[in-house]
């Protein structure tokens, strides 16, 4: 360890030494090539946000506030090679997104640019310096998660009391629900519930849940009465929401686009859909608001089409549409892009 340190003295100085040296004590296992003293460790964010990134919609991680980020604390006194990478892989293993150079061999901040869509779900960012093995330090995994309160995201979490057989107060919480997608039934899903311990508690032995109607698109109820062990209730809600509009079309036009989608089932109630359209590239989506007549010739009507009128000539667009009934809104639809004449 001590010649170790002596020769991370040599490489650098001042207080950049200082933390190199910390990083080596830290790090005492990690392996070492010759002419090649490292310290590699990966993080991904989102904003501030860093291991979990929420998404914006139930199924599909959109980039609202930024492309996704990751930031690598490394450092390589003598690069051999030009093979270093930096990838996304998904729970299977399997590379969504790559991009190799040697910029990756250094301390820096880099945007993941062209992951416009990501399921939610589990994921790793993988950085590799040709055949060093970087172990830990050269990975960080991370989740993309539903996000409570957006578009398609789930109810926050629910907290509560039950009473125990001796009567003291048992705190719990109801995990958060996701949204669920209006069917025309009613809706009842499973649900979490913990106590303040962290102990999992078991339908049917430590609970049961009775539902009310559950049907319409709206807020909906699920109550969560003590058995066995416990007493006393607790009362949770959830989201049902619309459909997301079909068949998705993009025409392009000078300085305009001509977008056609398929709209969801009248008995769903639909009262506004919102076209999202923004440059490809950029984060910061721009929206157009379509009003519903739940009556006459236009409510018959099975598709709508939408024109976005002054964009900019020659740059390509992204579109998405959400079905809304109130404040209530539905998962889009995946993004289509167009190029504008």
């Given at each position: 360890?001590?010649?170790?340190?002596?020769?991370?003295?040599?490489?650098?100085?001042?207080?950049?030494?200082?933390?190199?040296?910390?990083?080596?004590?830290?790090?005492?296992?990690?392996?070492?090539?010759?002419?090649?003293?490292?310290?590699?460790?990966?993080?991904?964010?989102?904003?501030?946000?860093?291991?979990?990134?929420?998404?914006?919609?139930?199924?599909?991680?959109?980039?609202?506030?930024?492309?996704?980020?990751?930031?690598?604390?490394?450092?390589?006194?003598?690069?051999?090679?030009?093979?270093?990478?930096?990838?996304?892989?998904?729970?299977?293993?399997?590379?969504?997104?790559?991009?190799?150079?040697?910029?990756?061999?250094?301390?820096?901040?880099?945007?993941?640019?062209?992951?416009?869509?990501?399921?939610?779900?589990?994921?790793?960012?993988?950085?590799?310096?040709?055949?060093?093995?970087?172990?830990?330090?050269?990975?960080?995994?991370?989740?993309?998660?539903?996000?409570?309160?957006?578009?398609?995201?789930?109810?926050?979490?629910?907290?509560?009391?039950?009473?125990?057989?001796?009567?003291?107060?048992?705190?719990?919480?109801?995990?958060?629900?996701?949204?669920?997608?209006?069917?025309?039934?009613?809706?009842?899903?499973?649900?979490?519930?913990?106590?303040?311990?962290?102990?999992?508690?078991?339908?049917?032995?430590?609970?049961?849940l009775s539902y009310g109607k559950n049907k319409n698109?709206?807020?909906?109820?699920?109550?969560?009465?003590?058995?066995?062990?416990?007493?006393?209730?607790?009362?949770?809600?959830?989201?049902?929401?619309?459909?997301?509009?079909?068949?998705?079309?993009?025409?392009?036009?000078?300085?305009?686009?001509?977008?056609?989608?398929?709209?969801?089932?009248?008995?769903?109630?639909?009262?506004?859909?919102?076209?999202?359209?923004?440059?490809?590239?950029?984060?910061?989506?721009?929206?157009?608001?379509?009003?519903?007549?739940?009556?006459?010739?236009?409510?018959?009507?099975?598709?709508?089409?939408?024109?976005?009128?002054?964009?900019?000539?020659?740059?390509?667009?992204?579109?998405?549409?959400?079905?809304?009934?109130?404040?209530?809104?539905?998962?889009?639809?995946?993004?289509?892009?167009?190029?504008?004449?």
């Open positions: 360890m001590d010649k170790r340190k002596r020769r991370i003295g040599k490489v650098m100085s001042g207080k950049a030494a200082a933390v190199l040296l910390v990083a080596a004590v830290l790090l005492c296992a990690l392996p070492v090539t010759a002419g090649a003293w490292m310290y590699g460790q990966v993080t991904i964010h989102q904003g501030n946000a860093a291991g979990t990134i929420t998404a914006t919609n139930i199924t599909t991680y959109y980039p609202e506030t930024g492309p996704l980020v990751v930031k690598i604390d490394s450092f390589l006194t003598s690069i051999a090679a030009n093979n270093a990478e930096l990838a996304i892989l998904n729970s299977s293993g399997a590379k969504i997104w790559r991009d190799t150079g040697n910029k990756y061999f250094l301390k820096g901040t880099f945007k993941l640019t062209g992951l416009d869509t990501v399921p939610v779900g589990a994921y790793r960012v993988q950085l590799t310096w040709g055949s060093l093995d970087l172990g830990t330090d050269g990975y960080k995994d991370f989740t993309i998660a539903k996000k409570a309160g957006s578009p398609g995201g789930g109810s926050p979490a629910t907290g509560g009391a039950f009473t125990d057989t001796s009567g003291k107060k048992i705190s719990i919480t109801v995990a958060a629900i996701a949204n669920k997608t209006w069917t025309g039934k009613q809706i009842k899903p499973k649900v979490a519930v913990v106590t303040a311990e962290g102990t999992t508690l078991k339908s049917g032995t430590d609970y049961t698109i709206g807020k909906a109820t699920i109550k969560v009465t003590g058995k066995g062990s416990y007493k006393g209730s607790i009362s949770a809600t959830f989201k049902i929401v619309p459909k997301k509009p079909t068949s998705l079309k993009l025409t392009a036009a000078k300085k305009s686009l001509k977008v056609t989608f398929k709209k969801v089932s009248k008995a769903q109630k639909i009262t506004s859909y919102k076209v999202q359209y923004r440059l490809k590239g950029t984060s910061a989506w721009k929206s157009k608001t379509v009003k519903v007549k739940l009556t006459g010739a236009s409510a018959k009507k099975t598709t709508a089409v939408v024109t976005l009128k002054k964009l900019t000539s020659k740059k390509t667009y992204q579109v998405r549409v959400y079905a809304y009934k109130g404040a209530y809104a539905g998962n889009a639809t995946g993004i289509k892009t167009k190029k504008i004449k």
